[in-house]
Nanobody
C-alpha cells in the first residue's frame, strides 16, 4: 500500500510559479511510475505530466509543455511538479498518482493504483 500526499498548492497571480510535491509513505516510490492529473470545477480530470520509474523520460500534456517540469527524488520518495508561467486556466485541484507495472498508459487515470487527496492551485488574472 502506498499513501500519497500532495502539497505546495496555493493562490498565485498569472505568470507566477508554484512547485507541487507528492510525498509517499508506506513504500518507496522508486519502483512506481508517477503521474500528475488535475481537475477544474465542472470539468473532467485531465492528465498533466508523468515520469516512469526507470527510463528517464517525462511526458506532458500539450497545454503545459514548456511550462511544467516533472521530476523525482527517489531517495526522498517524492515527485515534484514545477509550474511556471501559470495561467488562470491552470486553476484546478492537482492530484498525484502511482502505478506499478510494465505497461504504463501514463495519460489514462485508470492506469494508476494509488491517488493522493489533491492540492488546490488557483491562478488569478
Amino acid at each position: 500500500q502506498v499513501q500519497l500526499v500532495e502539497s505546495g498548492g496555493g493562490l498565485v497571480q498569472a505568470g507566477g510559479s508554484l512547485r507541487l510535491s507528492c510525498a509517499a509513505s508506506g513504500r518507496t516510490l522508486s519502483s512506481y511510475n508517477i503521474g500528475w492529473f488535475r481537475q477544474a470545477p465542472g470539468k473532467e480530470r485531465e492528465f498533466v505530466a508523468a515520469v516512469p520509474w526507470s527510463n528517464g523520460r517525462t511526458y506532458y500534456a500539450d497545454s503545459v509543455k514548456g511550462r511544467f517540469t516533472i521530476s523525482r527524488d527517489n531517495a526522498k520518495s517524492t515527485v515534484y511538479l514545477q509550474m511556471i508561467s501559470l495561467k488562470p486556466e491552470d486553476t484546478a485541484v492537482y492530484y498525484c498518482a502511482a502505478h506499478r507495472g510494465s505497461y504504463f498508459a501514463y495519460h489514462e487515470g485508470g492506469t494508476y493504483d494509488y491517488w493522493g487527496q489533491g492540492t488546490q492551485v488557483t491562478v488569478s488574472s
